[in-house]
T-cell receptor, first 112, second 109 residues
Framework: DTGVSQDPRHKITKRGQNVTFRCDPI?????LYWYRQTLGQGPEFLTYFQNEAQLEKSRLLSDRFSAERPKGSFSTLEIQRTEQGDSAMYLC??????????FGDGTRLSIL | DAKTTQPPSMDCAEGRAANLPCNHSTISGNEYVYWYRQIHSQGPQYIIHGLKNNETNEMASLIITEDRKSSTLILPHATLRDTAVYYCIGTGANSKLTFGKGITLSVRP
């Protein structure tokens, strides 16, 4: 069990650029979640997949955000036309039904 | 999700038990109490969860009151590495997690 893996760990980009993050869940975990965490706050839910189906999206997930999980394994989160307010830690978690969510160490995004 | 209330911070001496309280008076019958902790620059780490009964694992014990309106996370022998933000969350077994601000535990030498 290698844990949830996220890549990259850090991303620095200029405002207006597009960025994409990747999450590899724990093997055989069919549920995958994305959260966002800003400084001094707890993580906030963004979206959730069961296998390849995106079943829930938060109002925080604006039109500039899109998440995919095409084969029900890894997932990507893309942010288009980044803004200063997108600076945050983006966390991924996975679980099996009725099991606790296990988190990766996140991707820290900094917008210049 | 149940609203949870935690004190903002507490400290304890290394080697002593750390008892972290959480109030969740609005928790519904099918909602679990989950505890996570987060060390700086890392993702949240799952600690333990329970529904009605007290639970114990290799990391901690969870004591849930009979009326389920509050619970206590117990770290039996705190070490410096247990210094972290601890989150108490009340939610369904297959639901998203709603994090509050948590309680910052400082373990002093």
């Amino acid at each position: 069990d290698t844990g949830v893996s996220q890549d990259p760990r850090h991303k620095i980009t200029k405002r207006g650029q597009n960025v994409t993050f990747r999450c590899d869940p724990i093997s055989e975990h069919n549920r995958l979640y994305w959260y966002r965490q800003t400084l001094g706050q707890g993580p906030e839910f963004l979206t959730y997949f069961q296998n390849e189906a995106q079943l829930e999206k938060s109002r925080l997930l604006s039109d500039r955000f899109s998440a995919e999980r095409p084969k029900g394994s890894f997932s990507t989160l893309e942010i288009q036309r980044t803004e200063q307010g997108d600076s945050a830690m983006y966390l991924c978690a996975s679980n099996i039904p009725d099991g606790p969510q296990h988190f990766g160490d996140g991707t820290r995004l900094s917008i210049l | 999700d149940a609203k949870t209330t935690q004190p903002p911070s507490m400290d304890c001496a290394e080697g002593r038990a750390a008892n972290l309280p959480c109030n969740h008076s609005t928790i519904s019958g099918n909602e679990y109490v989950y505890w996570y902790r987060q060390i700086h620059s890392q993702g949240p780490q799952y600690i333990i969860h329970g529904l009605k009964n007290n639970e114990t694992n290799e990391m901690a014990s969870l004591i849930i009151t009979e009326d389920r309106k509050s619970s206590t996370l117990i770290l039996p022998h705190a070490t410096l590495r247990d210094t972290a933000v601890y989150y108490c969350i009340g939610t369904g077994a297959n639901s998203k997690l709603t994090f509050g601000k948590g309680i910052t535990l400082s373990v002093r030498p």
